[in-house]
């Protein structure tokens, strides 16, 4: 596989659900970030994971929590979320001062 | 006042036309410059990159920066069907704090 993937590419769940996104990237970079993507809004950075260090979006509700085991790897744990939390979820990544390349998103829908 | 400003569209072409896409910045510190391409159902794809003033050409496709007016553009030359998608500047201080524009839906008519 190449570039960066995401899984699931749609989730509908429940206020009171936990779930949680993955995203894998095939491209060696070391930094890789959450985008939230919401209908007519521009992207809005929720974390950014660089070096196995983590600077977040001070915005974001603490009902999203963001895991990076390794460089290749991230996870957004999501947990009681709210309807206003339906949208497109994409994860990028990027080396060093390059453009970030992101994969195709997960489709979130909150009931 | 948004950092970056895009006319949201949506914008309707014939088959061939120039397409113009543009978009405004606030942030004199901003030095990168990205165009993004985002089909339906797909995440954003890498279209052009520049970091100075000026043009950067790439086929079909031309990114102009003017960092004294703080404006940059994306022109589509003899525009194709397959050319139909949201278009999305993003612009930053650093490579890894970008501030996405709200994107221009684009439609070419065959």
């Known amino acids: 596989e190449t570039g960066v993937t995401q899984t699931p590419r749609h989730l509908v769940m429940g206020m009171t659900n936990k779930k949680s996104l993955k995203c894998e990237q095939h491209?060696?970079?070391?930094?890789m970030y959450w985008y939230k993507q919401s209908a007519k809004k521009p992207l809005e950075l929720m974390f950014v994971y660089s070096l196995e260090e983590r600077v977040e979006n001070n915005s974001v509700p603490s009902r999203f929590s963001p895991e990076c085991p390794n460089s290749s790897h991230l996870f957004l744990h999501l947990h009681t979320l709210q309807p206003e939390d339906s949208a497109l979820y994409l994860c990028a990544s990027s080396q060093g001062g390059q453009p970030q390349h992101f994969g195709d998103g997960t489709r979130l829908s909150i009931l | 006042q948004k950092e970056v400003e895009q006319d949201p569209g949506p914008l309707s072409v014939p088959e061939g036309a120039i397409v113009s896409l543009n978009c405004t910045y606030s942030n004199s510190a901003f030095q990168y410059f990205m165009w993004y391409r985002q089909y339906s159902r797909k995440g954003p794809e890498l279209l052009m990159y520049t970091y100075s003033s000026g043009n950067k050409e790439d086929g079909r496709f031309t990114a102009q920066v003017d960092k004294s007016s703080k404006y940059i553009s994306l022109f589509i030359r003899d525009s194709q069907p397959s050319d139909s998608a949201t278009y999305l500047c993003a612009i930053s201080g650093s490579a890894r704090q970008l501030t996405f524009g709200s994107g221009t839906q684009l439609t070419v008519l065959p």
């Open positions: 491209l060696g970079h070391n930094a």
